[in-house]
């Protein structure tokens, strides 16, 4: 019997139940843009994360003098400092601050896994990253897109695939699902020309109609920043 | 605003409440085997097909003196006439009968569909005709995939990719959602070689291990047949 731990991709929050049969390890995607600026922040030196699912736990954070990013529909939520646009998270400001987020999609996801044993942050900005680190781990492994309110969405399934591919060429993992086999093809087709691929995409053509061309370009770069971003009791460190 | 009809992909029946916003035809797509045993045994003369969800509702019409189909797990059911092996449904004995059929995932496509406006049955052996005859209606289509026991499914997603980009093409139809675009993503790269690029599929495996390869090869042949299998009031007709 094949031994080689898996690595299986999962679309959406929506299908993580009928996905999970115990991997030992999750990795939320959520490219446009919420583990990619995750992963910006932390690189940048913010100190922790804390992902919250409503708007309502944000506000209430707030009232206590926290630093709160709060995104919705692509945008900053009136009132709040921050959203989900990972450059400004490379403000200086933010060093050695906690900052508390929520967004549409990625705090959604990692909402759902979270009383998985292990979760960690990928996106493209820290691609090589993740895959160095899940081949040191070597276990099983859950790739986790954020999607778009529950649908499919094209950005992280390439980035799952991304992963699943780096994974896969080393001939020390398997996959047994046609969700990995897709993403990964679409990967393949995707990696020279990511902005390109995903012009048609109904997320990249919410965000262009809301002049985030420059954000989309950021998020599509693979490798930018070398952090591996773990969720630990509520809240996401180095 | 954009007066064309829309078409879009639901990779598998648990997401059609998400995905289903009135569209006016849903077209039940099961490569591997359900839609494609029904268009070939119509195409040879079946008179109809009554598709039901269950094992227990099929014994109840082999009781009454109907011939019934039933695979589960790829074989047919101990004690059916048929499964969903569409050579077998090519047998000059079937011509002018009616076939009560159930399976593991085409059958629930439809259950799940059953109070649509308008349903056809799709695959790659009717591909053609069921592009012409979507583009006569001139309507909203969701091409609803079976999937591996709700799971989404290569084959089933590569059969969507191709009517989508068939509708596409000609300009008369838009779509929306990313699974529509991955879709024809991944049928684009597969249309040279479906058999090389389905090896890897988890329903191709488990059809190979049945010593299924001439009926894989037989579903994986576009345009064999030139019908249109219709769903109405329970029953499945040209």
């Known amino acids: 019997m094949d031994q080689r731990p898996t690595v299986e991709v999962c679309f959406t929050p929506n299908l993580y139940p009928l996905h999970f049969d115990g991997s030992d390890i999750i990795v939320i995607i959520d490219v446009l843009r919420a583990t990619t600026a995750i992963c910006a922040g932390l690189s940048n030196g913010v100190k922790k994360v804390i992902p919250v699912a409503s708007v309502e736990e944000a506000i209430e954070y707030r009232q206590n003098g926290f630093i709160v990013a ?4 692509g945008m900053v939520v009136e ?10 998270w490379l403000n200086p400001d933010l060093v050695g601050k906690t ?14 896994a979270r009383r998985c044993q292990h979760m960690i942050m990928g996106s493209l900005i820290n691609l090589d990253a993740v895959v160095q680190y899940l081949r040191k781990k070597n276990k099983n492994v859950m790739l986790l ?6 649908k499919f969405c094209l ?9 699943a591919e780096g994974l896969l060429s080393t001939g020390e993992f398997r996959s047994e699902e046609d969700s990995t086999i897709a993403s990964k093809y679409l990967y393949l087709s995707a990696r ?11 997320h990249r053509r919410r965000l262009r109609d809301l002049n985030l061309n420059e954000d989309i370009k950021y998020c599509l770069t693979p490798n930018k920043v070398d952090v591996v971003p773990i969720y630990k009791n509520g809240e996401i460190t180095l």
Chains 1, 2 share one sequence.
């Open 70 to 73: 709060a995104e919705r529909k």
């Open 79 to 88: 009132g709040f400092d921050l959203g989900n646009s990972p450059r400004s």
């Open 99 to 112: 900052v508390v987020l929520t967004t549409t999609n990625g705090t959604q996801a990692i909402h759902v």
């Open 145 to 150: 897109g954020s999607g778009w309110k529950n």
């Open 155 to 163: 950005e992280d399934t390439i980035c799952a695939g991304a992963i």
């Open 192 to 202: 020279d020309n990511y902005l390109g691929y995903l012009k048609a995409s109904s």
